[in-house]
């Protein structure tokens, strides 16, 4: 129940134990056909640009920026917790020209943009593209993306829009396609309850086109979409070529967590993570706990930020919860460390039982600090 | 029996089917101190800079490319087929500068360098590192080393040697610190047998140094050492810090494959594979195949390559092998595609039983197709 991995799904690891098959057997190939189908409903995209990267969330956000941007291209990014941060020192790295937005001073945490606030900043620094992070797990905020608002500025702006759904994808809201998002990636170990190693990705007609018209070679052989996307077969009948060997039983993990999200449904599944974390803020709220995120409209539900009273020892609390109850939650990270406890509501793991379980958790672990809130 | 996956080890694939647990939990931390030692016994290294990277083997050969060179430093790259072609590649990316070797014509594939070419080579280019591959995969070709020979020569040259021995790493004699190697790198689902996407990685103090004396930055952050090396805790007790998600699944895996090379030891491991290799010669040779790699020097016993005789049909062979007897051997690739048969012999599917199983493959195979050897 931390900000992940989540508790991986008993069918992503029955899946996970089969043996491998060759990464360009028929076998193989049909599965990531069905993944390709399972990615583009959940991430709500016609797209044919959709794959699985054999890599981390971090390969997803390396892959973006290294493939849509060429060198000394501008790209703006929305930086509000510790994603942002990467991404604004992965631009450096690829000698990208970074223009770093920011919420606030960097120890006001937890907070998310206006829309129009990034819409400003498309329209005053003209970037090639603008970054921002669904869900900043390192505070809990939830960036709005103002319905297709802000991907309609991009666009008339000339910008691709870069979306980080690492810690959101499947747990709240999204719609690529009507949101007019061009590049977004995912983890395989959050909401989608798979084992860690597997990108989830994601690209727009007008981001493969870039791609198409690049002057220059791909800063990364691991991470070319092109090449990938051969091994992906995104051009219809193009043979298939070898680029690299797919993680074949992360790959036949992340299959059945696609089948997993089929058979719930994303809007039951985007009801079921918003209901657990209203039951967890009631509880938490009984205990005289607040949240990290103030403003009720940017509070992300599948990674809760519970902020640290005055007089609590936070690190006593997580080490309660693991010994006691065998349960794993999270302290801050970034620019929340030793402010929050992290608690994940993410896929398989996001049930009543264990919102209920860390309640009671955090009702021991605080009573046994002898802290209580001040009436 | 293709080059890779190879068949997984009942125990991995096992390892692979427990629950996840968190990247930096204890559970996980031990697994990966356990990892870092078996990784010290495969590669043969008292180096503390070992780890497994989470990507392929192509993420182990940028990795060492986008750590120890910086823009602009020369490489000489030996390059014998596609491995070599591809790390040429990635230096162009990487705006390095590239010296490419070649044994002979792009058309004549299976040969490997004599140690005294590269050490000329070395001397002549004056680059700051040479990369050599082990097992050219794509022509069956094994690159000697020479004992420590190269290695003294790189040393004496101020180069760094980087060494792929994805194909070949627990198949065949290979002494990272005896021969004075400074980085190399593997892949788990060769020899290891263990699944894709995790690559085994092993730095010297000297490609360390060179990595700490930069003066730009990594143009990677998803493969930047240093970081990797804080969550693998290179630094004796240097507090472990979150770099990325480790692949749990996939580590948990390679502990348990590392544990299996261990028990049965290299000397009996290397045996084992030239031992196949020569009876699979010798069934080969009675129907009238061939070697590929003319020099019998040259020849890499994990990844054969059986030369197409005039008149048979490659690609009916490899369908005949999958129909009639569910056993996946491969065509060429790169250099060799269309005049050789690729037939692995690594790690857990190693066996004389299998070896029998393919030499009764291409016997009725070759029948089937008509071919027989001209007396």
């Given at each position: 129940m931390g900000p992940g991995p989540s508790v991986a799904h008993p069918r992503a690891l029955r899946a996970q134990a089969a043996p491998l098959v060759g990464h360009l057997s028929n076998v193989m190939l049909q599965q990531m056909d069905e993944i390709k189908q399972g990615l583009q409903y959940l991430f709500q995209t016609?797209?044919?640009y959709v794959c699985l990267l054999s890599g981390t969330g971090h390969g997803g956000m390396e892959a973006c920026l290294v493939n849509l941007l060429e060198r000394g291209e501008r790209v703006v990014i929305a930086q509000n917790g510790i994603w942002g941060e990467r991404a604004a020192d992965m631009a450096e790295r690829l000698q990208l020209e970074p223009v770093v937005l920011r919420t606030?001073?960097?120890?006001?945490?937890g907070s998310a943009f206006p829309v129009d606030t990034l819409i400003a900043a498309v329209r005053q620094h003209k970037p090639s593209a603008l970054f921002v992070v669904v869900g900043e797990s390192s505070t809990g905020a939830h960036q709005s993306l103002g319905g297709g608002r802000l991907g309609q500025a991009c666009r008339d702006a000339g910008a691709l829009l870069i979306v980080d759904t690492v810690a959101s994808l499947g747990g709240v809201p999204f719609l690529a396609d009507a949101w007019g998002v061009d590049a977004c990636y995912s983890g395989s170990?959050?909401?989608?309850s798979g084992p860690p190693g597997a990108a989830p990705l994601c690209l727009s007609e007008r981001a493969w086109s870039k791609i198409q018209a690049?002057?220059?070679?791909?800063?990364s052989f691991n991470w070319d979409l092109p090449m990938i996307g051969r091994y992906w077969q995104w051009q219809p009948g193009a043979p298939r070529v070898y680029h690299h060997t797919g993680a074949v039983s992360t790959y036949f993990a992340l299959r059945e967590c696609l089948a997993v999200v089929g058979e719930e449904g994303l809007e039951a599944m985007w009801k079921r993570h918003s209901d657990a974390a209203a039951m967890l803020w009631r509880g938490l709220a009984e205990l005289g706990l607040e949240p990290y995120v103030a403003d009720p409209q940017y509070r992300l539900v599948t990674v809760n930020t519970i902020r640290v009273p005055d007089g609590a020892d936070w690190a006593a609390l997580v080490g309660h919860c693991l010994k006691e109850y065998d349960l794993e939650i999270a302290g801050g990270l970034g620019p929340s460390a030793g402010r929050v406890w992290r608690v994940g509501l993410m896929?398989?793991?996001?049930?009543r039982a264990n919102v209920a379980l860390v309640l009671e958790a955090f009702r021991t672990g605080l009573e046994a600090q002898g802290w209580t809130k001040k009436k």
């Open positions: 016609a797209s044919p606030g001073k960097d120890d006001e945490g170990q959050k909401v989608l690049r002057t220059t070679k791909i800063a896929g398989y793991s996001c049930t």
